[in-house]
């Protein structure tokens, strides 16, 4: 069988679609980049905000129009079936990704082979893989869907996720993205913290770097020091993806954020007096319903003192079956305006901090496909640089920054 996969949301669908693909290659069934010349496609979704959910059953609706056979996993199916009543197709929750086999087999798929997990590997995108440390989250944060997904905590344990590892690196890998829904979570369940994980993955040997994923403030508090020390490891990105939500405390409270403004603060100062130059990365959820335009100021505050480099702005969408769905929902327009000034002002602030980069020179390792014949690759801080060579990937060059955009910098090879 002929399939085609569309991954909707974060890294840690790209992570779920990509075990799918593991999965379903290990049966016999084989891929195809054209929609149209697929006999099943492979929706899988994301419902973080309503706009996401209206994209994701547009998508859906097109494609069973077309007289395709869908199979529906994701988000979206776990925490709102409902939805998918009227539409013509098969679900898969996060929790059962394995009946993914099972599926394309009854879909008219009658000679394939029966899946081995001895045979099976992970899937390597270019010189990316994506390895997932574990599932759920111990959050309860008062606007997300997410949870309602993907459940409680359970982590992998240490010997499969470095099994993982190792054969992503064999497979080609150089880039190593840690997944899940809060990366320093791990192990709260199981005894084995991140400091623990980081240290046997970097005991492999091979050319690679790892990227931590997203990190919540209250998760990570109680092993800062040791999460900061291991990232001094040549391994590991010098990146820091650090959710805040918003700038204030009585609006954090309200989010049920289980964290401070002051101690997500400290959080940044311990990898920064340790990494001067690292990537901060945060999150911003503007137009809460009990935000104010005191509190707004406060997240504006916040962002010009912290001053992250890269920065995800949403504005609040209410998700059924949430705390925060039964407040009092502020004007679209007013999120709009809001989300509009922290993006001019973040687009100020990063376009002043990546002009500081030119003529600096760095070593990148090379990760992507860029267009035109360019190529894109990442510093040890994670930064974007986009050189107009046609380059292997997996290869480190030594590059002088010679222009910067908004968003990334432009590179040439070091003569």
């Known amino acids: 069988m002929r399939i085609y996969i569309k991954t909707f949301g974060c890294t840690a669908n790209k992570a779920d679609s990509l075990r799918m693909r593991q999965l379903l290659a290990a049966s016999g ?3 195809t980049d054209n929609v149209d010349s697929a006999d099943m496609v492979l929706v899988n979704t994301c419902t973080v905000t309503q706009t996401t959910q209206r994209n994701v059953l547009k998508y859906i609706y097109s494609v069973s129009a077309r007289g395709k056979q869908v199979t529906v996993a994701g988000c979206l199916p776990a925490a709102q079936p409902e939805i998918l009543r009227g539409i013509d197709c098969r679900i898969i929750t996060p929790s059962s990704l394995e009946d993914i086999t099972d599926i394309a087999r009854e879909e008219g798929s009658e000679n394939v082979a029966t899946w081995d997990s001895q045979i099976s590997a992970p899937v390597v995108e270019g010189v990316t893989g994506v390895v997932s440390i574990s599932q759920g989250c111990l959050g309860h944060c008062s606007y997300c869907i997410v949870r309602q997904a993907r459940g409680e905590l359970i982590s992998r344990s240490l010997p499969k996720i470095v099994s993982d590892a190792r054969s992503l690196i064999v497979e080609g890998a150089r880039e190593l993205q840690l997944t899940s829904q809060d990366t320093s979570a791990y192990g ?5 913290r991140l400091p623990d994980l980081l240290k046997v993955l970097t005991a492999i040997d091979g050319d690679y770097m790892i ?14 020091d040791e999460v900061a020390d291991a990232f001094k490891d040549p391994h590991i990105f010098k990146f820091l993806h650090l959710p805040i939500q918003s700038g204030s405390d009585r609006v954090l409270e309200s989010m049920n954020r289980k964290h401070t403004v002051d101690e997500f603060k400290h ?4 990898f920064r007096q340790r990494f ?3 990537i901060l990365s945060t999150d911003f ?18 962002l010009e003192d912290v001053k992250p480099q890269k920065v995800n702005i949403t504005r609040y969408s209410q998700r059924p079956n949430t705390p925060a769905s039964l407040l009092h929902d502020i004007p679209d327009w007013q999120k709009k305006e809001r989300s ?14 990546l002009q500081k980069k030119i003529k600096k020179q760095t070593r990148i390792l090379t990760t992507e496909v860029g267009k035109n014949n360019s190529t894109i690759g990442r510093d040890i801080y994670y930064n974007i640089v986009v050189l107009s060579e046609n380059l292997p990937l997996g290869e480190w060059h030594d590059v002088t920054i010679v222009d910067s955009t908004t968003t990334y910098l432009i590179g040439e090879l070091k003569k």
């Open 267 to 270: 959080i940044v100062q311990t």
């Open 29 to 31: 069934h084989t891929f």
């Open 188 to 192: 709260l369940d199981t005894g084995d």
């Open 276 to 278: 001067p130059h690292i």
């Open 340 to 353: 509009r000034a922290l993006t001019n002002s973040h687009h100020s602030l990063n376009r002043k901090m």
């Open 211 to 224: 990227r931590v994923g997203m990190m919540n403030p209250f998760t990570v508090l109680d092993i800062v």
């Open 285 to 302: 959820i503007v137009g809460y319903p009990t935000e104010t335009d005191e509190d707004f100021n406060a997240t504006l505050k916040l």
